[in-house]
C-alpha cells in the first residue's frame, strides 16, 4: 500500500482556536441549546454525547470560529492532550461549541476526518501529535494551530482511506456495542 506524507496544512480547509475563558463562563449557561464540549466528549475516537452544558443559539452565534459541525475533528490542546474525535454524520445536534481546551479542523477532499482521526491515534501520530507538549503547569500544545499545520499525515488515495475507515469503523461500532451489553449485565446483576 502507497502512502504519501502530506503536511496537515495541505489537508485542511480551515483550523480555529475554543473561545477565550470570559467568552464562555458558567453564566453563559442554559437549560438546553447549543451544546458545549468538554474533555469528557472527546474520549475514544468519536464524540461522546452523553452529557453537555448548553449556551443559547445567540451565544453560539458569535461564537462563530468555535463552532463544530458534523463531520469536523476536534483536538485538545490543553489538559488531557492526545484527545482527537471527529463529529458523525448521525450526531445528535448539528452543531457544538468547541471549548476553551479544544481547537476544531475542517478536512478538505484529500483526507477523510474519520482517517485524519485514527491516524492521530496511532503511535506516530500520537507522537507527532504532542511532539510541541509542554508538561510545566497543565499540559498544553505549544501554538496549537499554527504546530498542528505542519505535522506529516501517513495519507494514502482516497478509496483506500475509505477501506481502512470501513474496517476501523466496524470494529470500534462492535466493541461500542460489546461494553454496553457489559454494562446492561453489570446493570441487571445490581438489582
Known amino acids: 500500500m502507497k502512502f504519501k506524507e502530506i503536511v496537515a496544512d495541505d ?64 483536538i485538545t490542546h490543553r489538559g488531557t492532550l492526545g484527545q482527537a474525535i471527529f463529529i458523525p454524520q448521525d450526531s445528535k445536534y448539528e452543531r457544538y461549541v468547541i471549548s476553551q481546551s479544544q481547537f476544531r479542523i475542517r478536512c478538505n477532499e484529500k483526507i477523510m476526518p474519520e482517517y485524519m482521526v485514527y491516524f492521530l491515534h496511532t503511535p506516530i501520530g500520537q507522537h507527532r501529535l504532542l511532539a510541541n507538549a509542554s508538561q510545566v503547569g497543565v499540559p498544553a500544545l505549544g501554538r496549537p494551530s499554527t504546530t498542528f499545520r505542519q505535522i506529516l499525515f501517513n495519507v494514502p488515495e482516497l478509496e483506500v482511506q475509505k477501506k481502512v475507515v470501513s474496517i476501523l469503523e466496524s ?11 457489559n454494562r446492561n449485565l453489570s446493570d441487571r446483576k445490581v438489582a
Not at 470494529?171 to 451489553?181: D, G
Open 11 to 74: 489537508l485542511i480547509d480551515e483550523i480555529a482556536m475554543g473561545p477565550f475563558g470570559s467568552n464562555v463562563k458558567k453564566e453563559f449557561y442554559v437549560e438546553s441549546g447549543i451544546p458545549i464540549l468538554n474533555g469528557s466528549n472527546l474520549i475514544g475516537y468519536v464524540l461522546n454525547e452523553d452529557s453537555f452544558g448548553y449556551l443559547t443559539e445567540e451565544k453560539a452565534d458569535s461564537l462563530k470560529k468555535a463552532n463544530a459541525y458534523r463531520g469536523d475533528v476536534v
Open 171 to 181: 470494529i470500534r461500532k462492535k466493541i461500542e456495542n460489546n461494553n454496553q451489553i
